[in-house]
């Protein structure tokens, strides 16, 4: 038997949200996200991608807003931030992950 690491299945999954027109690395990066929370920020999709922030990532988060697959989530006032939440099923589908009832990006339990 064949134990797959987590690159492995990020990489399989990654290749099925190419057809959308995403990268492979923002597709390797949009499956990473949703294994987890199904939120991020832009300075980690930079780190991930090795790249400065500027308007290569504005545009990757844009693009994701714009279509309705993320939308923003403002944090208060303190901090002057914002985060992104993946929150699209077609996304989750195409990835072979379940969403819960409300259509969080967080897996379903069972």
């Known amino acids: 038997m064949s134990l797959l690491s987590f690159r492995d299945v990020v990489a399989e999954r990654a290749a099925c949200l190419e057809p959308l027109g995403f990268t492979e690395r923002q597709s390797r990066f949009l499956t990473t996200v949703m294994a987890h929370s199904g939120v991020f920020l832009e300075r980690q999709y ?3 991608a090795g790249i400065a922030h ?5 545009d990757f988060v844009q693009r994701l807003v714009q279509r309705s697959f993320a939308r923003v989530e403002a944090t208060s006032h303190l901090y002057q ?4 939440h993946l929150h699209h099923k077609r996304l989750y589908s195409l990835i072979g ?3 819960t009832a409300t259509g ?3 897996t379903a339990a069972g």
């Open 54 to 58: 500027g308007q290569k990532s504005h």
């Open 104 to 106: 969080s990006g967080r």
């Open 46 to 48: 930079c780190r991930f």
């Open 81 to 84: 931030g914002r985060f992104y």
């Open 97 to 99: 992950q379940r969403t």
